[in-house]
């Protein structure tokens, strides 16, 4: 199975500086499978560090709205079995930037 790299909505990018779940969902609903649904696919390394602060790697990434939870897989044994070096939470995914609260 091939997949296209996807680019981050404006939306996407701004949601991810304050908040990296809601950026998350608003992924999902940017991507036509719901907050509560999977996309799995790539992404390039720009991009992963503006939505997830940070690169998770290579490999076919899973986000799954139904458990928020964020997983980067890699082919194995000649493509025989998948291995799943990056597990995240949503919530483990700290903001890029505070929010900033005006007094």
Do not use: H
Not at 24 to 43: C, E, P, S, T
Not at 45 to 64: P, V
């Amino acid at each position: 199975m091939k997949y296209e790299f996807v680019e981050l909505s404006p939306l996407v990018k701004k949601a991810a500086k304050v908040d990296r779940a809601a950026a998350m969902a608003f992924f999902l609903m940017d991507q036509g499978v719901g907050i509560f649904g999977k996309w799995i696919g790539r992404m390039n390394a720009k991009d992963q560090r503006a939505l997830f602060g940070q690169y998770l790697g290579k490999g076919e990434i899973i986000i799954d709205g139904e458990q928020e939870a964020v997983k980067m897989r890699v082919s194995i044994a000649f493509g025989q079995d998948w291995d799943y070096p990056v597990f995240l939470w949503w919530n483990e995914l700290a903001a890029a930037e505070p929010l900033k609260i005006a007094a």
